[in-house]
């Protein structure tokens, strides 16, 4: 079955750096669209970043310059290095898979949660 699992969530300060990697499994990664979400405290869930299976990618407004994104189809993985991090980055991140066009599903990992603060 299709699995998504998160890590590198943790306690950070402002301006310190974080990676996250999401391992998957259950599917044929290299061909998938992936992407990271997040959802802070008393926010609705929202896009942070997005890789396609020709390696296009997107990022919201607020992380541009800060975050990237990038995908290591060898090992089936998916990362986004966080620089330059603010409190208002904390949240709970998500993994998530596209899978519409293959099985009429989207995917999602438990989440990890990044906190920075002082």
């Known amino acids: 079955q299709v699995q998504l699992v998160e890590s590198g969530g943790g306690l950070v300060q402002p301006g310190g750096s974080l990676r996250l990697s999401c391992a998957a499994s259950g599917f044929t990664f290299s061909i998938n669209n992936m992407a990271w979400y997040r959802q802070g405290p008393g926010k609705q869930r929202e896009l942070v970043a997005a890789?396609?299976?020709?390696?296009?990618?997107n990022y919201a407004d607020s992380v541009k310059g800060r975050f990237t994104i990038s995908r290591d189809n060898a090992k089936n993985t998916v990362s986004l290095q966080m620089n330059s991090l603010k409190p208002e980055d904390t949240a709970v991140y998500y993994c998530?898979?596209?899978?519409?066009?293959?099985?009429?599903?989207?995917?999602w990992g438990k989440g990890t949660l990044v906190t920075v603060s002082s």
């Open positions: 998530n898979a596209d899978r519409s066009e293959f099985d009429g599903a989207d995917y």
């Open positions: 890789i396609t299976r020709g390696r296009r990618t």
